[in-house]
């Protein structure tokens, strides 16, 4: 069992930057390939994005690619989400997750574990 816990999130202006983390329980995290996703009011949960177990190979939604940054230190069983230039359409609750390995990695079903979210709201 696994419990994640995602911080950082608020109210921001467009083209303002938040850093989110979310912060895991156990000493395995460094052998878990983690996500970000997120879900806006009425809309399905999307993938954002993903990094491996070591923290060198990520990879994004095109949405976010050149604006947003995941990264981790497994010393403190972390992970972030660095988010920049964010838009009004960036406003959503912000989710991390543990890689399942089943399936596409932009499908929530192939995660295992959920945090309870943490909301960014981005203001025009």
């Known amino acids: 069992q696994v419990q994640l816990v995602e911080s950082g999130g608020g109210l921001v202006q467009a083209g303002g930057s938040l850093r989110l983390s979310c912060a895991a329980s156990?000493?395995?995290?460094?052998?878990?390939?983690m996500a970000w996703f997120r879900q806006a009011p009425g809309k399905e949960r999307e993938f954002v994005g993903i990094i491996n177990k070591g923290g060198d190979t990520t990879y994004y939604a095109d949405f976010v690619k050149g604006r947003f940054t995941i990264s981790r230190d497994n010393a403190k069983n972390t992970v972030y989400l660095e988010m920049n230039s964010l838009k009004p359409e960036d406003t959503a609750v912000y989710y991390c997750?543990?890689?399942?390995?089943?399936?596409?990695?932009?499908?929530?079903?192939?995660?295992?574990?959920w945090g309870q979210g943490t909301q960014v709201t981005v203001s025009s």
């Open positions: 156990g000493r395995t995290f460094s052998t878990y390939t």
């Open positions: 997750a543990v890689d399942g390995g089943r399936g596409s990695y932009i499908s929530p079903e192939r995660y295992d574990y």
